[in-house]
């Protein structure tokens, strides 16, 4: 069985005891064993990352494009190991773990030319015979703390920016998914990073996670998770000044109007609600559609989600996988539960019963819903999605903004009218045109408003606004 240690300085080192990595789709099986840290082995991190800071500040661009585009080239290569591995810790279908794996690698190497493409600002001074460089400097020592829902996606689009542009890390990865952040940080120690520069614990949320984000040597924190967990952290960090972004849940509409095609308008709602057993922060959970099309879209949408195939991630023909773990199935049956309460009609979401004993729950369509009931207003996080009944495009726009996260927003239609309106009115961060709120690219901005983001974004070229830090440097050459 594999043991995943805790990284430090240049050294593996094991903890107080340690916490085993359990299959979602077959709770016998222990996929790893995790060491668990305490507050004095993060200071221990965090201080190896302080000492390992200056130098790494200092080298070379090309020395960093050479350590994450090998890590990069090694991900995708051994994409097919680490997707199993991803399956059996989180419980993703295959395909879908597979293909993370390789989103993984992709970032890895996107960073890897960011690392070479840094550019700077020289200019002249309005003052006569100076000039002004604006230069980019690394933020110094950034802890990472990262959700169990992309077990290595998320860990990989956090640390390679934070190296790429020359800073020391500690990432704390979800406690419910170890061995892929355990193999991604042996990966690029292993293509070269020098001792201290990547470091790693694993352990509980409040102890170790909360002494990452309060430690005096962390210079800036970037987390992914709930908005519960991300308002504490920000509440750690602001006032010791520590730069902080957050990207935290969602509750992103899909909206589907009269002239939809309805083919398009299934597909994406199949796969932005359901796929990924609905565990994703952009997943479609509310299915916002205008009355004309609405008995048609439900019947047609309500019929592909009971031949939804729910079973054991490794098994080929599974299109759903278990949720992650018997805390977040009790919170999914327990919110269709209110939705029944409060008139809403449940398909679906109902415990299976699978070969080997796993989290299996069918997924589910609420339907007869409206924008006040708790479906809609929180935050589930499982294979459910709801359905509210508008009158036309305006209550459509209306519904889709009323809610209090920001992150995803999407249209199907084939107007270009109601396209482009949609698109400069979702109060999102991120808007889909006739595709599923889920489902992103690794070279543009990600990222939300209100209670879905803070700080800000992640990913492509952008994500240089968090890692770096501003530096105007007036020259009088005398
Ligand atoms: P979570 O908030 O419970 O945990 C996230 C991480 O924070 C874990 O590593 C956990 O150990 C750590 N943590 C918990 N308490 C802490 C504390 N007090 N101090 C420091 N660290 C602490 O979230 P989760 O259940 O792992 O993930 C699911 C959530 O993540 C959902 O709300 C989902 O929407 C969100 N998510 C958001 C995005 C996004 O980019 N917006 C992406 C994926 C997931």
Redesign the pocket.
Known sequence: MDQYLHRVGGEWVGGSGSVPDVNPSDTREVVGEAAQADAALVAAATRAARAAADEWAHSGPQQRFEVLDAAGAQVLARRAELGRLLASEEGKPIAEATAEVARAGQILKYFAGEALRQTGDLLPSVRPGLSVEVTREPVGVVGL??????PIA?PAWKVAPALAFGNTVVL????LVPGCATELVRILVDAGLPDGVLNLVHG???EV??AL?SSPDVDAVS?????A?GR??AAACVPDGRKVQL????KNPLVVLDDADLDVAVSAAVNGAYFSTGQR?TASSRLVVTEGVHDAFVERLAERVRGLRVGHALAPDTVVGPVVDDRQLRKDLDYLAIAAQEGGEVVGGERVERDTPGWFLSPALVTGTTGDMRINRE?V?GPVASVVRVADYDAALAEANATEFG?SAGVVTTSLRYAKHFARHARAGMVMVNAPTAGVDPHVP?GGSRA??YGPREQGAYAREFYTTVKTTYVDPG
């Open positions: 703390v990262t959700p169990w829902n992309f998320i704390k990865p979800s406690e509980s949320g409040a996670g909360g984000v987390f992914t998770g709930s908005v967990t504490s952290i990207e935290m849940g969602g922060c935050e996080f992150l990600f879905s983001s």
